[in-house]
């Protein structure tokens, strides 16, 4: 059995959707990060963790990458070209939406407040919004952001549009707004939300 180490409001509920989608059973301790229960698998204090077999494995895309590569669901082959498309996709999402929403994150409330500098958000939004408009000309026809199979980037892609609308970034493109809409109403998605 797996345990995830991490609450439902950080991205540990990318972990925690994965595990739902894959049909799996699983532990969920909703520690916050830096807390005891976390800084003993990670020395940064970061969620998520995942412990499998007594490793823990850090790092919400390792981890789903993991499990889709391990039970070989929600993912290409390694090696395929659909695979290496896969993971540019991964790669943009967190280049593009998980640093800039995270950056905006920093600036708010990680940070100490003499090194926050509330200017910045602006131009956070800014280069969201810009792409946005790329991901229009990347995304697949179909349901999903690849087309018609769910993979790790529809995970990566409906957390950050969660986050983007919590942290007021606006989600400009309408395409978008309906998938994360599809999304959000999946049954494993909202068995997950709701830990």
């Not at 059973?25 to 807390?35: F, N, W």
């Amino acid at each position: 059995m797996y345990t995830v180490v991490g609450t439902v409001q950080s991205r540990a509920a990318r972990v925690l959707w994965m595990l739902e989608e894959l049909g799996l059973t699983y532990e969920h301790v909703p520690a916050p990060p830096r807390s005891e229960g976390v800084s003993q698998f990670n020395p940064a204090g970061k969620v998520p963790v995942l412990i499998d077999e007594g490793t823990p494995i850090t790092d919400s895309t390792a981890i789903i990458q993991y499990l889709a590569d391990k039970h070989g669901k929600l993912t290409h082959p390694a090696g395929t070209l659909a695979r290496a498309r896969q993971d540019s996709l991964t790669q943009f999402l967190l280049d593009e939406f998980d640093a800039n929403l995270w950056m905006a994150a920093r600036h708010s409330f990680v940070l100490p407040e003499e090194l926050r500098h509330a200017a910045i958000k602006n131009t956070l939004r800014w280069e969201f919004e810009r792409s946005q408009k790329t991901l229009m000309q990347r995304m697949g026809e179909g349901p999903f952001v690849m087309g018609e199979m769910m993979t790790v980037p529809d995970i990566i892609l409906t957390h950050c549009g969660n986050w983007a609308l919590s942290a007021r970034f606006p989600i400009t493109e309408h395409r978008l707004t309906e998938y994360l809409t599809r999304m959000r109403a999946r049954p494993a998605y909202q068995r997950a939300m709701a830990r």
